[in-house]
């Protein structure tokens, strides 16, 4: 069973710069996570979808990212402008369904340098 | 609200055994353990239910105490493989919420 893969694994950018991020999570999924881990903490959750809606975009800062899971398959998260707090690993996860239950399975993650 | 977990960081020889604690102040309805090693995806190693249900890997254990909101995840005859850190995330009635880590260091 193939895992869930995302693209690019680094990028470089300079602040103020746009980026995008694409998660394919393991098929079957029905739930799906961004998570932005910064070094030295445990990941925080951006956005969850169920199927192609939002479940959870609480912590997600709007003014500057968004993410889009339109045919509740894959999904792509994006900055715009990227700021250097930014900087972190961009982790995808997928899950069968979204209760408490059901475990995560991550991807290998996207890591962001912002200069 | 975040988790706290403790210790912050062990090193441990092969052989030897280790207790991660996980803590929340909030009502809990599961708690989840993952391992993360430098570099890589983190991994699922178990998840605690309310009302006492588990699912995990056989040779990893834990506990969940619903009252205290305490989960405590045992390693026992420790590996150089089990090195890494290791996450609580806990989940009431929002999303998962991970905790800071636990850095755990196996040595020959």
């Known amino acids: 069973e193939a895992g869930v893969a995302q693209s690019p694994r680094y990028k470089i950018i300079e602040k103020r710069q746009s980026v995008a991020f694409w998660c394919n999570p393991i098929?079957?999924?029905?739930?799906l996570y961004w998570y932005q881990q910064i070094l030295g903490q445990g990941p925080k959750l951006l956005i969850q979808f169920q199927n192609n809606g939002v479940v959870d975009d609480s912590q997600l800062p709007k003014d500057r990212f968004s993410a889009e899971r339109l045919k509740g398959v894959d999904s792509t998260l994006k900055i715009q402008p990227a700021k250097l707090e930014d900087s972190a690993v961009y982790l995808c996860?997928?899950?069968?369904?979204?209760?408490?239950?059901?475990?995560?399975?991550f991807g290998p993650g996207t890591r962001l340098t912002v200069t | 609200q975040q988790p706290v977990q403790s210790p912050q960081a062990v090193i441990l020889r092969e052989g030897e055994d280790a207790v991660i604690n996980c803590s929340s102040s909030k009502a809990l309805y599961s708690v989840h353990w993952y391992r993360q090693k430098h570099g890589e995806a983190p991994i699922f190693l178990m998840i605690?239910?309310?009302?006492?249900e588990q699912k995990g890997h056989d040779k990893i254990s834990a506990s969940f105490n619903e009252k205290k909101q305490q989960s405590s995840l045992y390693l026992t005859a420790s590996q150089l493989s089990y090195s890494g850190t290791y996450f609580c995330?806990?989940?009431?009635?929002?999303?998962?919420?991970f905790g800071k880590g636990t850095r755990l260091s196996v040595i020959a």
């Open positions: 995330g806990t989940q009431g009635n929002t999303p998962l919420v």
């Open positions: 098929s079957g999924h029905a739930t």
């Open positions: 996860a997928s899950s069968l369904g979204q209760g408490s239950s059901y475990e995560q399975y």
């Open positions: 605690l239910l309310k009302g006492g």
